[in-house]
């Protein structure tokens, strides 16, 4: 039996065990026993297959390295030319070309770990099914591996296995009372995850080329909304949109992250202890748009030392002429619509011991997790060892971690799953791990009493 099952190889999955190797705990942690599930062949993600660049810091990419206690593990790889090549964005905005190709020498660093210990591995090509927990309040994975069924049993789990755009769950979700993506011709949404590969893109260039209008929707205000609006207009001809072509259609524009405060007041934005980081002095530090969605919003409100950008137009749901008529108008006239609604976590089904599925908030539309980053259940709950972490999980960091007290929306970041969210996750599974069978076996238990009296 494992200590650990991970759920997903990506930067998420492997943040808590980057967070143990900077602490000097992994080699104690793998010797319990971690097995790390993907149905890729490798460990690192697929970022890199987006041709945006990242809205982080190359230098956050990079601060793993440093931690003495992380050198036996990852110390090689401040050699290698890739390492090198970021680190001429520390303090800038790397393509995520080069974040991912990082990140996949991080992760081979990462598969060498398990593999050297006798108790700990890295299982590619398998699908996670489903879990089952037991009464003693162990856990097995079902999994798929070349069309059979392998089970593996363990102590705690670990669910990160990315996000899933709510388009693709939620056609018929109500933009405004009346008006659906269900009604927009198909073969003119292209989701914004997907416009980010060079295939997605490719397809938006050929769907406006035979529209009879380049008039481009996107409905949201967040960093992917601004993220698509970038990469139209700089990876486009620059005539080719012209004034207005380009409508965001948001509740709220994300608001703009700052160094401090006094860059903040140049720019026209006003602070308060609101969106103040109390531990930084940065101003919107986990909520606020960076990077090339930043720059492109500066223009669009014309901040100051900006050129204006005339082909992009912002619009909010309250704004006086935004109405379900025009609405429906605007997305019948549009040649290409790009929903970027966010994320929600993925999930496979978890059922109790006796056989029941187990509700889970996220898949009723909340967050998949609370501050201790267990699994939250539909009813409010939470189950004692599934954790889960990354894309799309809706972790709100609090307290000690600092950010802004008005964050909205969910935080995703690579620093904070190797850092603050890394290490909530490492603690929870410590106790757990520590806790007396005979307690685990009444957690257990209580969660069939709870999983009964729902149903």
Same mark, same amino acid.
């Given at each position: ?72 593990? !990852? ?33 081979? %660093? ?10 700990? =591995? !890295? ?12 009464? #003693?309040?162990?856990? =097995? ?39 659906? +993506? ?10 914004? #995850? ?5 295939? *997605? ?29 970038? +990469? ?9 949109? =012209?004034?207005? #072509? ?18 903040? +007041? ?64 605007? +997305? ?8 970027? !609604? ?9 059922? #109790? ?5 187990? =509700? ?15 699994? %939250?259940?539909?009813? *409010? ?21 600092? *950010? ?52």
């Amino acid at each position: 039996m494992f200590a650990t099952l991970i759920m997903g190889a990506g930067p998420g999955g492997t943040g808590p065990l980057v967070w143990a190797a900077q602490q000097g705990r992994l080699r104690d942690w793998l010797g319990e026993g971690v097995a790390v599930i993907d149905r890729s062949d490798a460990i690192g993600g697929t970022i890199g297959h987006y041709i945006i660049n990242s809205d982080s810091l190359g230098g956050a990419y990079l601060e793993c390295l440093e931690a003495p206690p992380a050198e036996p593990f !990852f110390g090689s790889l401040r050699d290698e030319a890739v390492t090198h090549e970021l680190e001429g964005f520390r303090n800038g905005f790397p393509p995520l070309s080069l974040v991912g190709a990082y990140l996949a020498r991080l992760g081979d %660093r990462i598969e060498e770990a398990l593999r050297t210990n006798p108790r700990s =591995a !890295f299982l590619p090509r398998r699908e996670i099914r489903a879990l089952h927990l037991h009464r #003693d309040g162990s856990i =097995a994975a079902e999994l798929g591996v070349a069309g059979e069924t392998q089970w593996l049993e363990a102590r705690t789990a670990i669910m990160a296995l990315g996000g899933r755009q709510r388009v693709a769950d939620e056609p018929d979700l109500e933009i405004l009372p009346g008006v659906s +993506l269900r009604a927009v011709d198909p073969a003119k949404i292209i989701a914004s #995850d997907r416009l980010f590969t060079a295939d *997605g893109f490719a397809r938006a260039r050929a769907v406006l080329a035979a529209a009879p209008r380049r008039r481009v929707v996107i409905l949201g205000g967040r960093h992917s909304a601004f993220s698509a609006a970038w +990469l139209l207009t700089t990876q486009c001809e620059q005539d080719f949109f =012209a004034a207005s #072509d380009i409508v965001i259609l948001c509740r709220q524009t994300a608001p703009l992250f700052y160094p401090s405060r006094a860059e903040a +007041l140049a720019d026209g934005t006003s602070v308060s202890n609101r969106n103040l980081c109390p531990n930084t002095q940065r101003v919107n530090r986990f909520g606020g748009l960076r990077g090339d969605g930043r720059e492109l919003l500066r223009r669009v409100e014309q901040r100051p030392g900006t050129q204006p950008e005339a082909r992009i137009r912002v619009f909010r749901f309250g704004d006086p002429d935004v109405s379900a008529i025009w609405l429906r108008s605007l +997305l019948d006239d549009a040649g290409l619509v790009i929903p970027a !609604f966010g994320y929600r976590a993925a999930t496979v089904p978890i059922f #109790d011991a006796q056989g029941r599925r187990v =509700a889970l908030a996220a898949d009723r539309g909340a967050p998949a997790v609370g501050r201790n980053a267990r699994l %939250r259940l539909a009813d *409010g709950g939470s189950l004692p060892n599934v954790f889960g972490i990354g894309l799309g999980s809706g972790y709100q960091p609090w307290g000690y971690m600092g *950010g802004e007290a008005d964050i909205a929306g969910q935080t995703n970041s690579l620093w904070l799953y190797q850092n603050h969210i890394g290490g909530e996750v490492y603690r929870g599974i410590e106790d757990c791990l520590r806790t007396p069978r005979r307690l685990a076996l009444e957690r257990a238990r209580g969660l069939d009493a709870a999983a009964l009296a729902r149903r």
